[in-house]
């Protein structure tokens, strides 16, 4: 009989071999469940030493029918479908992943700025259609700023990555961190209407919070340039859809690159979908093959060490 029951709380991945294989180390059985709603988690879950949760609700209702939870583990950066405190009141030790994808967004944070700037979507879609020499201004990222806001881990990955690209510039905004740490990789703190007004590009590197939800809305687009690109490859909720679609129907600012949104998935009907200056992805940049093995190791080492009685790496709350 195993010692422990793990729980994967949605079952999104074709494999768990790599979360398996850890679990084995401490005598550990993974049950696979399919977990959509809070009551889901209270049932199937019931019985679990941990849970690894991906995108299923854990709200309050959810740790209550936790009987013998000791940790729940979140698949990512985020933990915003967490009850954090009721967790904490139930003596649930909540960890997440918060460096596992750093190259993998910020490749793609590149991938949808030089696919704005060069129309490379657009000109595939109409040259299958037979069309040539199509009539798309394209620009250049040398000379450009690039502004960023929020400097974390994937935003300093991408100001690594375009060290080498001639940039004009680089900004950020970012209330918690300093002007001295910022300039030590290269970068100027400006406030946020600084940021928006000079900036090229503008690059999405946030949590979606009370403070944070809505940010990029007709007041903060409507002081951008006519020629910016927005780039979202951190949360959906930090922009307001009509604001935006407004603002791109408008020529108010040039594109989008998007990855994440308000409503996932997007669907064929989205009025986004109907745009050429919107560049779409399915919530995937943190998807690739080195960055989904990081993931699924992390998170399942994150178990071991709590049900084994060791602090794990990446603690959220404290207990």
């Known amino acids: 009989m195993a010692k422990y ?18 679990l084995e180390e401490i005598g550990a059985e993974l049950k696979l469940c399919h977990c959509e709603s809070e009551a889901d988690i209270a049932s199937q879950c ?14 309050a209702a959810a ?7 000791k940790v729940i583990s979140r698949y990512g950066v985020g933990f915003e479908n967490v009850d954090l ?23 793609h944070a590149l991938a949808l700025m030089f696919a704005c700037l060069r129309h490379v979507p657009m000109r595939d879609r109409m040259i299958r259609q037979g069309a040539w020499n199509l009539q ?26 375009v060290s080498g690209f001639g940039l004009k510039e680089v900004v950020a905004y970012d209330p918690y961190i300093s ?8 970068v100027r703190k400006v406030e946020l209407d600084e940021l928006l007004s000079i900036s090229d590009i503008i690059s999405l590197h946030l949590h979606a ?5 809505g940010m990029i809305n007709k007041d903060t687009l409507s002081k951008m340039k006519s020629n910016a690109i927005l780039i979202n490859v951190s949360r959906g909720p930090l922009v307001n859809d009509a604001d935006l679609l407004e603002a791109l129907k408008g020529g108010k ?53 709590v049900l084994t009685g060791k602090a794990p790496k990446y603690p959220v709350n404290k207990l």
Do not use: W
């Not at 709380?9 to 494999?15: G, K, N, V």
């Not at 019931?46 to 709200?59: G, I, K, N, S, W």
């Not at 919070?209 to 939800?213: F, G, I, M, P, V």
């Open 209 to 213: 919070n009370a403070e944070t939800n």
């Open 85 to 107: 405190d009721a967790a904490t009141k139930a003596g649930i030790q909540v960890t997440n992943v918060p460096d596992y994808c750093m190259e993998d967004v910020s490749d």
């Open 63 to 69: 740790i209550a029918g936790l009987k013998k939870c």
């Open 253 to 305: 600012i040039l594109a989008a690159g998007l990855d994440t949104h308000n409503c996932e998935p997007l669907g064929a009907d989205s009025p986004f979908c109907q745009l050429d200056n919107v560049v779409l992805t399915d919530h995937t940049a943190y998807s690739t093959e080195e960055g989904v093995l990081e993931l699924k190791t992390k998170a399942a080492r994150n178990v071991v060490d």
């Open 136 to 161: 798309a201004t394209s620009f250049r990222l040398k000379d450009k700023v690039l502004g960023v806001i929020g400097a974390g881990r994937i935003a300093r990955a991408v100001i690594r990555k």
């Open 179 to 186: 002007a001295e740490d910022l300039k030590a990789i290269g």
């Open 5 to 22: 029951t793990v729980c994967v709380s949605d079952e999104r991945h074709a494999s768990y071999e790599v979360e398996r294989k850890i």
């Open 46 to 59: 019931a019985d679990a030493d941990a849970v690894l949760l991906d995108l299923a609700p854990m709200t």
